[in-house]
């Protein structure tokens, strides 16, 4: 079993930047490719980036492809979600988690577990 935990949300005004954090303790991540995913108020939670256990394969949404950059830190067992040039429509919270098969490309929050328990990102206008 692993625990995520995420960390390093925050009001942010748009245009600026934030970076978040996702801890990995327990069964460690290293081995497991891992994804960021977002809800926002009354939507449903969605996929915004993910990354393979190597790093070497990143996916993103299209509305944050060129904003978003997601990396990883294997020896800290840490990812990270860069996100600059931020718009109030990324408002939400966000959440870490692992992808169970990272090669079958489904995206989907089914294709996930061990989710953290977010860390909210109000982006004002």
């Known amino acids: 079993q692993v625990q995520l935990v995420e960390s390093g949300g925050g009001l942010v005004q748009a245009g600026g930047s934030l970076r978040l954090s996702c801890a990995a303790s327990g069964r460690t991540s290293s081995s497991f490719a891992m994804g960021w995913f977002r809800q926002a108020s009354g939507k449903e939670r969605e996929f915004v980036a993910g990354i393979s256990w190597r790093g070497a394969s990143t996916r993103y949404a299209e509305s944050v492809k060129d904003r978003f950059t997601i990396s990883r830190d294997n020896a800290k067992n840490a990812v990270y979600l860069q996100m600059n040039s931020l718009k109030h429509e990324d408002t939400a919270v966000y959440y870490c988690?692992?992808?169970?098969?990272w090669g079958s490309g489904d995206l989907s929050p089914g294709s996930f577990d061990s989710w953290g328990q977010g860390t909210q990102v109000p982006v004002s206008s």
């Open positions: 988690a692992r992808a169970r098969n």
